[in-house]
């Protein structure tokens, strides 16, 4: 019985090592193998099927990632990383459900609330199904628990900016730049922060500037148009008014007979 658990293990630890490897291909192929064991325990089959969904959401095939992170769920239930996977499934798929990612992000939170990847998923879905307290509550502890984890900070900046609360934004990620002085992921949300700042300061100035023509209400005097004077009592045309005739294009054999005559 041990070493068939200990075959087990290995199978697993080689299909992770395979995974940091970047060969997903090899990784998959390998926890698919441990699957078709008919003695593979149930917590050993969990983790394949994670496995397995990690990959495929790595790979984008959202479908397929579901349905392993399901099949995980299945055999163990109170898995916080797989409710957050699923949840990515969810949220990464251009066809997927904001409400599910959610909704799977709120139980990894609440399995392990002390997870600042959970929060932050889940504070910036709570931001895009329009729960901005909610989530922007979520948004501000996830910074709290990890204020270093530059992965972590850019998910808090994407939800807090979609919130619209810049300066609760610029605030975390000055603060990030203190607590890591030199940090290049800290210094490439910085840039973010600063751009979407000044792309939003543009915006309102041209929308300012915009306004003002729309909120007058009277007509307004191009400078290319000319005003041309008239008399509500004449009968005759204007005498200022430019009449141009539509001119048709001529044939060119009157000019060829002249340079022949001079030549």
Not at 211 to 228: E, I, K, S, T, W
Request: proline fraction near 5%.
């Amino acid at each position: 019985m041990s070493r068939r658990l200990a075959l087990i293990d290995s199978g697993l630890a080689a299909a992770r090592s395979l995974v940091r490897q970047g060969n997903s291909r090899a990784a998959a192929a390998q926890a698919k193998r441990l699957l078709n064991r008919p003695d593979l325990p149930i917590v050993a089959a969990a983790d394949a099927h994670r496995v397995i969904a990690e990959i495929m959401l790595e790979s984008e095939r959202f479908a397929q990632a579901r349905r392993h992170a399901r099949a995980s769920l299945a055999l163990a239930p109170e898995h916080a990383r797989t409710h957050y996977l699923l949840g990515q499934s969810f949220e990464n798929d251009p066809y997927g459900d904001d409400h599910r990612a959610a909704r799977c992000f709120r139980r990894a939170s609440r399995l392990v609330p002390a997870s600042a990847d959970y929060r932050a998923a889940l504070g910036r879905a709570c931001v895009r199904r329009g729960k901005v307290k909610r989530g922007v509550r979520e948004l501000l502890a996830a910074a709290d628990i990890a204020p270093k984890d530059a992965a972590v900070l850019s998910v808090v900046l994407d939800g807090l900016l979609t919130a619209g609360k810049v300066a609760a934004a610029r605030r975390i990620i000055v603060k990030a730049r203190f607590l890591c002085p030199g940090n290049g992921a800290m210094h490439r949300l910085w840039e973010r922060l600063v751009y979407e700042e000044a792309r939003r300061g543009q915006r309102r100035a041209s929308s300012t500037q915009d306004a003002g023509p729309a909120r007058d209400g009277g007509a307004q005097l191009l400078p290319f148009l000319r005003v041309v004077g008239s008399s509500s009592s004449s009968r005759r045309p204007l005498a200022n008014v430019r009449r141009d005739g539509m001119s048709l294009p001529q044939s060119h054999l009157p000019r060829l007979r002249a340079t022949n005559s001079d030549g």
